[in-house]
């Protein structure tokens, strides 16, 4: 069975410029989450969809940030314009079930370099 | 609230065991445990869901606290493989459902 796959593996962009980051989950797996880890720290949440519906998108940094999910299976999400303070790495993960029970399966990560 | 991991850094011989505890001001929901080795995605270990749990995976085991506030991540017998960051991972409910909030990490070096 295939696991979270990210895609790209690494980006570094411009400040101002656009990225687009994709997420593929495993199959069948309805939830999905965004986080990410700047350097160091810890792995921060950003958002949760359950098939196409946004659960909680609470930890969206601000409104340069969009997060997609089309027809309930890859998702994206989109930084535009980047900023430097967004550097990090974007994880992806999928669980089948969600809540406090659900074990989450997560992706190799995007790293992402602002300069 | 993020769960406060400690402690921060701990170096080992193989061999040797650690212990990494996780601890929130509020009872929690659940705790899961992950580790993350250089540039790879964080694994699943394991999650406690009851007070007073035990589980065990190999030779890493944990336990969750009767009042739920409390884990810790028992490593015997450490092994190189071991090496990573662990996080420990708490569930938070809100209008939303849950959603998990990680501590910032502890790194593990096991070294022969």
């Known amino acids: 069975e295939a696991g979270v796959t990210q895609f790209p593996s690494h980006s570094v962009i411009e400040k101002g410029q656009t990225v687009t980051l994709r997420c593929d989950p495993i199959s069948g797996h309805d939830n999905l989450y965004w986080y990410r880890r700047v350097m160091g720290k810890e792995i921060k949440f950003l958002l949760h969809?359950?098939?196409?519906?946004?659960?909680?998108e609470s930890g969206m940094p601000n409104n340069r940030f969009l997060a997609e999910r089309t027809g309930g299976t890859y998702s994206t999400l989109k930084v535009q314009p980047a900023e430097l303070e967004d550097s990090g790495v974007y994880f992806c993960a999928s669980s089948q079930m969600g809540g406090p029970h659900g074990e989450q399966y997560f992706g190799p990560g995007t790293r992402l370099t602002v300069t | 609230q993020q769960p406060v991991q400690s402690p921060q850094a701990v170096i080992l011989r193989e061999g040797e065991d650690a212990v990494i505890n996780c601890s929130s001001s509020k009872a929690l929901y659940s705790v899961h445990w992950y580790r993350q080795k250089h540039g790879e995605a964080p694994v699943f270990l394991m999650i406690l869901l009851k007070g007073g749990e035990q589980k065990g995976h190999e030779k890493i085991s944990a336990s969750f606290n009767e009042k739920k506030q409390q884990s810790s991540l028992y490593l015997t017998a450490s092994q190189l493989s071991y090496s990573g960051t662990y996080f420990c991972?708490?569930?938070?409910?809100?209008?939303?459902?849950?959603?998990?909030?990680f501590g910032a990490g502890t790194r593990l070096f096991v070294k022969a």
């Open positions: 969809f359950v098939k196409e519906s946004k659960q909680d």
């Open positions: 991972g708490t569930e938070m409910g809100g209008t939303g459902g849950f959603k998990t909030i």
